[in-house]
């Protein structure tokens, strides 16, 4: 499962948290949610604190999305790993 929270944004763009596992029917279901965002906000971000698991459709959901320029925030050491990221 995975939760989708909307946050509104103060000046910098839309946040979207999400809580659990961005796995199977999720990742269209996440997908859909960016496109409806991006439409009408240019600037959007992701909040993967919460998010326990990607797999790799989620995964190739994630780098589809930051070539759309949207932000990647808080993603667990096991999250960055999977995606191929730093963390400092």
Not at 6 to 21: M, P, Y
Not at 41 to 68: I, N, W
């Amino acid at each position: 499962m995975l939760k989708i929270e909307r946050i509104t944004g103060d000046g910098d763009g839309l946040l979207l948290r999400l809580a659990g596992r961005l796995i199977g029917a999720w990742v269209p279901e996440l997908a859909s949610e960016c496109d409806r965002a991006l439409a009408r906000e240019p600037r959007l971000s992701l909040d993967l604190a919460a998010v326990s698991f990607v797999d790799g459709a989620g995964a190739d959901l994630l780098h589809a999305l930051t070539r759309r320029n949207v932000t990647l925030l808080h993603c667990s050491p096991f999250v960055a790993e999977h995606l191929g990221m730093r963390t400092s």
